[in-house]
Structures are given as structure tokens and as C-alpha cells.
């Protein structure tokens, strides 16, 4: 067998005791960890540069070669060069013929260029075999071998054969290979690694939109009414009366946020009389960011949790309680116990610890290693059965700390309604119509619909 | 190279550019959800269709022809039908002779049918290599891309070759495939998705009739005693105080009854003289779901832990300690402060605050990805060392928090002992056995057993 | 084809309906355990013993024979023999030559012999192809099916082809094979089970030596001094009272450490003037291990909160609050509200709460499933600014919530600085350099260096 044909005998299984030589264009930061890590598992590794001077840096083992010549030795070329100097490829076309030429690069904004970095090389060289990957690792993770960050490489191209040889390489060098399809994903594969938590925006922004609100809605009414009418100054509220408000506030609405989109799913759906239409656009964006916004939810409420258990070591509830129990001794009196209160007190501190409760554990089976162990069904199981558990105890909650205010006429500050009842308009909707839905009269056509069955026909076509 | 013959050239490596096609018999959601999958990874797809036309819902770039052609156009095609209409495939059985048929299906219950539907389909289509496999993935995840549950695709079946065809098929999607063995595992992987965790189930009901049965028990001591002797309503107790005595109880004994086991093990090992002989049935099943039971003492911790912290802000004790403050004021005397009583409360709750924390911390490395980056030897140190450090600290918290009631005659009411002296046999009996097997004399038999040396060699015959 | 040349034959994936059969040489624990899931997963089996007679300990199906002849039947052979055994099979190098030998064993101490296993097993046997594997996987996993420590697979080995064959059979078990290249690795894979947290040594060791020193010192400060100057007995205070001073000092000293080795970089950096030269050894030792020293900051952060959270029901907290309480009633007086202290004691706290709830964050995100589903950039935003904003409260927490004492001379005793001053040196250290270092003419220079630009390029010559 003629060892010159490089590019097919990659494939061939019988080349004994020896990887493949890999080429590496470029001498930079990234290029050497590679060429490091390549060498590490066993491969031998040539770096095509301009000056063919070896440098201290380079790995020893390594040859420095011409950039033609170093192609020459290699099937599988990694191109480990800034966009801007790709130009410099053309010319070699014919040497790179036949070649899989692997596109590392990334860019430094979302949608920089109007094609991806992958697919100007594979227009610039056409006779290669263009795959894109390795752009989501760093060069300090690749050499400190603490790849805390993704272990995932991402590869596409339209080779499938020149896709395989790479995804060996990435599996050799103890990576995850993911195959993401033909070279046109590489436009999302090189977007990846500039995202910032894309799926966390919309929780994050309606978040701090409604934190915002509520916090000066609370400040009014806490803080500027009792400064304006009764002249006292409680501005120290902001540190933790005001938080402790806006957090229980904002965990429950996003929380009921979270399996509103359900529920107007299926009315849809029940309208409609059929599945086999695509919900409105917002609907599938809002269903896709659920678990974000569970997981936002579950923020305010352990921030809620620490806020309400710090409660009586802060100096103004011990100046309060003492207070009062002063005054008592003074006037000689001693108050009896009130059970409905002392009922009530333990009610709603024991529905909102169970309701914590249920909301941590539905935050544990989100974690993608624990959520990889359950099957679908009990994914559902805990995701839906319990999380309206969650739901319906954590209103309950809500319901009985303030219940009694309702009817209270001097809770109604400036003729505006507590922060908290309006706390409760999201998740009491919520649990009203799901609750008209699980009706059997309702229930069974919805079920039906699912099933595939369709009330027209006609909609489907 | 013939292209008609597709069965075979599956496995040869050589076709350029393109994935083999794959064929779907079915156009329903997971047919469908399927197919774009696939087509997204490069696959050509035909549908197979009772009436070969297409839908607006079957993704642009798929051909829909009758099952027949279907079926010639590929070598894997995958059944996305209801078992119950799997018999139309055998007047197709002579064009499937050869072919690779994957068993998507999944039942309702259980061990519906007596064969599974994969070796049903076997036998229907004898020529096929019947491959089992995707049951455990929902059309939802597929088409939405959220794989929140599981990525691990379990794939079995009796040919090698075909089962491997559909893994690389499984990868190339994004998914894990588990090789899962010959066709008969084809039942186990359809009971799967079904199951609604199972190894939970012993540890849950356990719990649940370890609760009822504590609850009752504090229930009558703590609100029928008083409220019959001593005409008092403590019914409130219901909600917080009742709960925050059954919680730590259960966390105690079931954090005893995960190490309960090895103990017993140990036990049975000395006396046989050998670790060649079987364990009884029912401690095997129990070591298989001690981490299920520890997560559940875990979780009792938790909330003993929640409902411990929210003691003062609970308007019963505000009432209770202004009582008595009062009380102290108006009879004009102020206690000194008792040491030895400080030494109690502030050692009772330290040691559980360390207790709680190594629980916690026993809970986060049997997290799967943290148990995952763990070798052996640290697994089993954590698991073993400081899961008995947890029990010695969470027993001797129960002992000094409570140790003072064990002589006092007026804590024995109806002459039943305080529930949690109850809570104390199991660990107290686990550790004074465990302290007596790693004695010298003892433990040294027991290494030697479990390094394979045998007492009386006839048993292993 | 010849069926016997099984050496070959492995790699012609022609061969219908079977996989290859694998030969285990010993029938130990470990060697029976592998023998039964090889056969659950498909492989013929065959045992190598020197008493070829069939235990009823050993799987049914397999076969037992002669070394020699159980060599034979196959092309891999799993060595499950301890290394003081090995030189049975140096007679038999002729019938092993070209064989796959499997070494899987394990010592009882690191670095134990000169040469790894493998590589003695190697020398042995010069004509086989040694690979190593199944290592750090235990007999009782295997069994019992609950791999819940490692599905890592190490392999490791200088014939690729045979490491290929042996990361299938890896992966048909359902184990993950990492490959760690040439036999060289085999110490290391080799040592690999046996250590304890390693990276987790210096951390843990820091941290002690900080705790007992922390310890000591308030013991001295807040026990000892008031007993010998006041006549006071404290000694309870050795419960929570100092565990509570000592775990918030070294929660925020070693989150100070965990950034301090970034700005030493940059300093280094700077004056170097160019990134191409390695940091000292120290430095590159400290930040792989930064992740752990955060992490043990977390453990005391947590420890820290629940010791605060339980002071409400402290029996002396209890105590001193109701004899206060009483003094102002018997002295007949009611003292106002502080609004500065209320102030001040709001906002330590909910600075302390934000910060918590951040350094939480930052340990949910180091979690191998959660940082594997994150981008380097999205690692980057939440160790590197969360980070610091975490350093930012929790240095800001204690700057409030002890600034007080800074200027009281009556909080020097015995001239020493209270305890919590010392534990600031680190964290403002860090946040001033860091201050430093982002204004924009130090910034610029530095990430240009970091972008490859050298200052005196006869450095990297």
C-alpha cells in the first residue's frame, strides 16, 4: 500500500501501532495546545507555518514544516487561523484537494460575517473536505486538562467520511463528540460559543421588569406613606422588609408564569379541535423557557426563605418584640394565647415550607444529570403532578399569611390593593381554569385531541 | 457499486458525502418528529404511507411513497406504527427479508402483551434483523430539542451487525445509545418508560407508614394527653410542632436502616464463614436502594431543618417567651444564666448542624455527575466514612438534645415512651454493632472472608 | 474466511449474528464478574484456569479450559490474575503472540512497582499487544448492575487497532472508554484508584491549619481573656460562638484565594510583559485547584449561615434577650428604635444573604452536568464577574457588620486585632489590585499581552 495516499488509508484500520499523522496550520495559542493534547493521545502532529523554524514554545515532538509541505504529510488538516488570513489557503487549493480541512475558528461578535467562517474556507478551497469543530473548546482547557467548561465538540460538515475521522480525533482526545449535521449548522456552531445564556433572557429581563415594579410599589406604600402620613422614617426597610415582599411575590407569579403556557395550550388546542396546528410563535418560545423561569422562581424563593429566617435576629424585630414586652409588663398584663392566630401562623409557615420543599426537589430533577436518569414518564410525574402541587401549596401559602387583609380597609393604602394580592392573580387563574380542565366533560375531548383525533378535519389539510 | 443494493452497503464506508437513507413506516407525531430529527442530521428520509401523499405536516425534504417502495429505497426502516397494526407487515415480509427493522413502539401497561413488541415483530417478519430502540425518547423532546429527560436511547437486538447501524443512528441524532444485549431485553426496555421510579418505592411506602404511624403516636401524646388531662388546645401543634418531631425521628432511622444492611452483611459473612454463598433475597434488594433511602432521610432532615429554623418567628413561641419574660418581670427577679443548660442547647444543636451538613454533603456525591468524576476508593470513603460520621453525629445530637427526659418520670405519659426514644434503637443498635465488628479479633476474619478465604471450602462446591 | 485466524477476524465487521469471543484468564471475583456482563451483553465467554473444571460460582454459559487452549478461541484476553502472577504466562508467549492481553489489574499502594502492570506484562509477553483497561471499575458494580461510581473506563495502550477492540467491548458494557494514549499511561491509570482526592489535599490542609489557628485565637480573645479578667465562664461558646467567628473568617479567606492567584498572574504578566513564559510552579498548582478552595469556601459559607439561622433559639441568646428585657421593665423605661443600628444590622445581613445566595450559584454551576451544558464564555460571566461579585458582598458583609470595632479601643484585648480583622487583609488585598488592574491603562496593556503581544519578544526566543 502506497503510504503517500494519506488521505484514503486514514481509513483503513490496518496501519499498525500508529495514529494517522494530523497537520496544524498556524503556530498560535491554540494551535500549540492542540498540537500538545494530539501528541498526548498519540498522535503524530506537523505544524505548517511561515517561518519552518521550530520555536520553544511548539511541543518537541512536533515537526515545523512549510505550510505545503506539512499538508503533504497529513489527511486532516486543522486550520488554526483568524478568518482574516484565510486568503492565504488559496493557493495551496491543489495541495489541500482531497483534504479534510477542519475550521476552528471563532468569531468575535454573533453573526459577524454574512456566511460562517466554515463555509468561506470551503468556497475558498474547493476541492477540500471542510468540517467545522473544536470551536467551543479554549486553549487554557485544553492544556490545563481541567475542562470544566464543555467537554461537547460540535461538528458539522458535508463530508460524512471526513466528519467521522474528525469525530475519532475528538473522541481520542477524551472529548464528546456531537454531530450537529451539514456544514450549513456551522453558522450556529460558531454563534455558540459568543451566546450568553440565551434561554435566560426573557426570565431574566421580565424578572427585573417586575422586580422594579413591585420594589417602588412597596416602597410607596411602606416607606414614602407612612414617612408622609405618620412621619416616621423606616427607610432601613429596603434592606430586607421591602426584598422579603418582592421576592415570595416574584417567585409565585413566575411560578405560576410557568405552567400558564400549559394551560392556554390546551384551551387552544380545545378551540381548535385539533393539535396538527403550530401554536402562535410566543406560545412555543414561552413553553421552550419554562424550566429557566422555574428556575428563576426558585431564586426569589430561597432568597425568600433566607430573608424570612434572618427575621428575628435583625435588631428592629428584636427592638419590636421587646418593645412590646416591655409595655406589657408595664401595664401588668398578660395576654392569653390566641389559638386562631397561633393556627394560623403555623398554617401558612408549614405550607410554605412544604411548598420550598417541593420547589427544591423540582429544581434537583432539572439538574441534566439527574433529569438524564429518569425516564419520561417520571420526568413528567415530577415536572407536572408535583409541580402543581408546588404551585397550589405555595398560593395556599400566600393565601393564609395574608387572607385577612382582604377585607381590611386600611390595608388599602392610597386606595391601592397590598403588593401581595396582586401576587395572587397569576397563580389563582392558573389553578382555576386548570382545574376546570381536569373536569371530565373537558378532559376527555382534550385527551382525545392529543391522541390525534380531530373535531375538523378540514384544518389538517 | 450497485446503489440498489442498500442493505448491504450500509456498512461499507466509502459512499461519498452522504448518510444512508432511512425509511419511517408511519406519519404519525413520532414518525414525523423522527424524520425531521433525521434530516437535520443528514439522513434521507422516505415515509412509508398507506396513502402515499404528502402532508403539510411531513417535513419538506422527506419522500412519501407506498410501504413497499418505502421500504426498497432503505436498509433500516423504522416502524413508528401501534403494535396492534403491525400484521399489514407481513404480506411486506419477503421485500423486508434482510432488512434492518427498528421497534419504536411502546405499550400502556407494564407486560402488556406476553412477548414484547419487538419479538412479536420478529416473529411476524422472520427474514428482518428486528432491532429494539428510541422507545424511550418522546416526539416532544425530539422535535422541540429540550432533551430535558433522557438522552440515553436503550438499543438491543440478536444481529450485531443491524444493532450497530441503528447506534451510529442514534449517535449521529445526539443521542447516547446503550447497548443493552440480545432481543429478550427488548421487554425490559419497553416496561422502562413505564416504570415510575421503581427503586423508590420500597424506600417511599417505608416512610409513608413510618410517618403515619409517628405522627399518630406524637399526636396522642402531645394533643389528646394534654387536651384530656389537662383540658389544654394544643391542636395547632398539627402544622409545625407534631411534623418537626416525625421528621428528624424518620431521618434517624432511615439514615440507621441505609447502613443497617452492610452490618447485617457483615454479619451473615462471619457466620457462613464464606462471601461465595448468595445473600438472602430481601437484604439484596435493600442494598440495591440505600442511596433511595438515605436521599429520603435526607429529605426528612431537610424539612426537620426548615421547621427548626422558623421556631421563633412562630407566633406560639413569641407568645410563649413574652410570657415568660413577663412573668419574670412582674415578680421582680431575673434568672441567672444557667451554664449547663447553655452547654446543652448550644452542643445538641451544633452537633446537628454538622450532621446535617455531611448529610448534605453525602446527598451532592450521589448526584450522578458528581458520583461520576469519583473514583472507587473516594466513593467509598465518602459513602462509608463520613456516612457513618453522619449517623454517630445525628445520634448524638438526638441523645443530648433528648437525653434528659430518659429519667424523668413525668416524659413517659400513658406509660408509652417520648417518640423519639423510639427513633434511637435502630442507629444506637447500628453503631454499637459496627463499633464491635472493627475490633481487631472480629474485623481480621472479616477482611481475610471478603479477600476470598473460606472458613469451611465445601460450601463453594 | 478462516474462522481461527480470530486475531484478524475482529475487525471484519462481516461476521453475522455474534460478537468475538473474549478469553478471561483467572476466575476470581473480578474475572467472574466481567464474565457475566460480557455474556449479558452478548460475548462468548471462555475462562483460561489452571483446574479447568467448571465452578458453580462461574457464569453457565461460559466455557472453562486450559490457559492454552482458552487462549486460543480468542483474539482478546482479559488478564484477571494479580501482577505477582503473571510470570505463569511467559511459557505460554508463543500462543499469546499477536493477542490483545487486557492487563485490569490494580495494586495496593501508588507507585508500588517501578513499572506499571501493563508495561511489566508487556515485557513478559513482547509479541502481545498489551492494553489497559477496566481498572477503575469494581467487581461489585458489575454485578449488582449500580454503577454509581465511575462508568469511566480508562484504556490506554500502543497498538491502537488493539485499544480500538477493547473500547468496543468497553462501550458494549455499557462503560464509557476514555483513551489516554500510550502504555506510558499506565502508572498513572494504575495509581488512579487508589487516590484520595488529590486535588482536594491542599485545600483541606489550608483550611485546617487556618481552623485551628482561627480557633485558638478567638478561644484566647473570647473564652480565656473574660475568664481570667472577668471571671467569666464562656466555655460554651466553644459550640457555636467560635465555630460561628471561625467558619465566616475562612469561608471569605479562601474566597479571597481563589482570586488572588489570577491577579498574581496579571502582575506576573505585566512585568514580564509578554504571556509566553510559564508561571512558577506554585501559581499554575494554586489555580488548578481553585475550583476545590471555592468549594471548601462554600462548605463553610453554608456551615456558617445554619450557625447563624439557629441563634434565635440558642438557650444563652434566649437568656440574654429576656434578662435585657426585664432590666428595662424593672428599670421602667422603653428605648426607641435606633434607626442607624436598625440600618446597619439590616444591610450586613442582606449583604451577607446576596452573597450566600451568589457563592451558591457559583457552586451549582460547577457541577459536571451543569458546567457541560455551558459555553466558555457563559463559565467565564459566572466564575469570573459573579465571582468577584461575590467576593464584593461578602467583603462588604463583614466591612459593615464589624466597621464598629475597627476604631473601639476596648475591642484590642491583649492589644491583638479582633479575629474577623485579619480575615479582611486577604479580600480588600484582592479587590484593590483588582481595582487597579481594570483601569483602562493598565487593562490595555495587559490584554494586549494576553492577546500575544510582546513587550521584549527576546523573551520567548
Redesign the interface.
Known amino acids: 500500500m502506497n503510504k503517500n495516499s494519506s488521505n484514503t488509508m486514514a481509513?483503513t484500520?490496518?496501519?499498525?501501532?500508529?495514529?494517522e499523522t494530523v497537520c496544524i496550520f498556524g503556530t498560535?495559542?491554540f494551535g500549540r495546545a492542540l498540537g500538545h493534547k494530539m501528541i498526548?493521545?498519540?498522535y503524530p502532529v506537523v505544524f505548517g507555518s511561515r517561518s519552518a523554524q521550530t520555536?520553544?514554545?511548539l511541543p518537541k515532538d512536533a515537526e515545523v514544516l512549510s505550510h505545503a509541505e506539512a499538508a503533504q504529510k497529513a489527511a486532516v488538516i486543522i486550520i488554526a487561523i483568524q478568518r482574516q488570513h484565510y486568503n492565504f489557503l488559496a493557493p495551496l487549493a491543489e495541495i489541500l484537494h482531497g483534504k479534510v480541512l477542519v475550521d476552528i475558528s471563532n468569531n468575535l461578535k454573533i453573526n459577524q460575517y454574512p456566511e460562517s467562517n466554515a463555509e468561506y474556507l470551503a468556497q475558498l478551497v474547493p476541492g477540500a473536505k471542510v468540517v467545522k469543530a473544536f470551536n467551543?473548546?479554549?486553549a487554557w482547557?485544553l492544556q490545563?486538562g481541567?475542562l470544566?467548561?464543555?467537554?461537547?465538540v460540535f461538528v458539522c460538515g458535508?463530508?460524512?467520511?471526513a466528519k467521522?475521522m474528525v469525530m475519532d480525533i475528538v473522541?481520542?482526545l477524551?472529548l464528546t463528540p456531537?454531530?450537529?449535521?451539514?456544514l450549513l449548522a456551522a453558522q450556529e456552531i460558531e454563534n455558540?460559543?459568543?451566546?450568553?445564556?440565551p434561554m435566560w433572557k426573557f426570565p431574566i429581563y421580565l424578572s427585573l421588569g417586575l422586580t422594579a415594579f413591585f420594589f417602588f410599589y412597596c416602597l410607596a406604600l411602606d416607606v414614602i406613606y407612612p414617612y408622609i402620613y405618620e412621619n416616621k422614617?423606616f427607610?432601613?426597610f429596603i434592606?430586607?422588609?421591602i426584598?422579603n415582599k418582592v421576592c415570595p411575590i416574584l417567585a409565585l407569579i413566575l411560578l405560576a408564569l410557568v405552567y400558564l403556557p400549559g394551560v392556554l395550550a390546551a384551551i387552544i388546542q380545545l378551540y381548535r379541535g385539533t393539535k396538527?396546528r403550530r401554536f402562535p410563535d410566543w406560545l412555543d418560545k414561552w413553553?421552550?423557557c419554562r424550566?429557566q423561569l422555574g428556575l428563576v422562581a426558585l431564586?426569589f424563593a430561597?432568597?425568600h426563605?433566607?430573608?424570612?429566617?434572618?427575621?428575628?435576629?435583625?435588631?428592629?424585630v428584636?427592638?419590636?418584640?421587646?418593645?412590646?414586652?416591655?409595655?406589657?409588663?408595664?401595664n401588668?398584663k398578660?395576654?392569653p394565647?390566641?389559638?386562631t392566630?397561633?393556627?394560623?401562623?403555623?398554617?401558612y409557615?408549614?405550607l410554605g415550607?412544604?411548598g420550598?420543599?417541593l420547589f427544591?426537589?423540582l429544581g434537583i430533577t432539572?439538574?441534566?444529570?439527574?433529569?438524564?436518569?429518569?425516564?419520561?414518564?417520571?420526568?413528567?410525574?415530577v415536572q407536572s403532578k408535583l409541580g402543581y402541587l408546588t404551585l397550589i401549596l405555595c398560593t395556599a401559602h400566600t393565601l393564609v399569611y395574608g387572607g385577612k387583609w382582604f377585607l381590611n380597609p386600611s390595608s388599602y393604602k392610597w386606595y391601592l390593593p397590598h403588593a401581595y394580592m396582586l401576587s395572587l392573580i397569576v397563580p389563582c387563574a392558573v389553578l382555576v381554569v386548570k382545574f376546570v380542565l381536569i373536569f371530565p366533560c373537558i378532559d376527555k375531548p382534550l385527551t382525545q385531541i392529543r391522541q390525534?383525533w380531530e373535531r375538523n378535519p378540514r384544518y389538517?389539510?
Not at 484500520?13 to 495514529?19: F, S, V
Not at 458535508?158 to 467520511?161: A, C, F, P, Y
Not at 456531537?178 to 451539514?182: A, F, N, V
Not at 432539572?366 to 410525574?381: G, I, Q
Request: glycine share 4%; charged share 15%; no cysteine.
Open positions: 481509513l484500520p490496518n496501519t499498525p501501532n500508529k495514529r498560535g495559542d498526548q493521545s498519540g520555536s520553544s514554545l467551543t473548546v479554549s482547557a490545563s481541567t470544566d467548561a464543555s467537554r461537547q458535508d463530508d460524512v467520511e467521522q473522541r481520542a477524551g456531537l454531530d450537529q449535521g451539514s455558540y460559543p459568543l451566546q450568553l445564556f422614617d427607610s432601613f434592606a430586607i422588609s426584598p396538527y413553553m421552550l424550566k431564586a430561597s432568597v426563605v433566607l430573608y424570612t429566617l434572618v427575621i428575628p435576629i435583625r435588631s428592629y428584636r427592638w419590636r418584640i421587646s418593645s412590646y414586652t416591655v409595655s406589657q409588663a408595664l401588668n398578660t395576654s394565647l390566641d389559638i392566630n397561633a393556627w394560623l401562623s403555623d398554617s409557615v408549614a415550607i412544604l420550598f420543599f427544591v426537589l432539572s439538574l441534566p444529570s439527574v433529569s438524564n436518569n429518569v425516564n419520561w414518564r417520571e420526568f413528567r410525574f390525534g389538517s389539510a
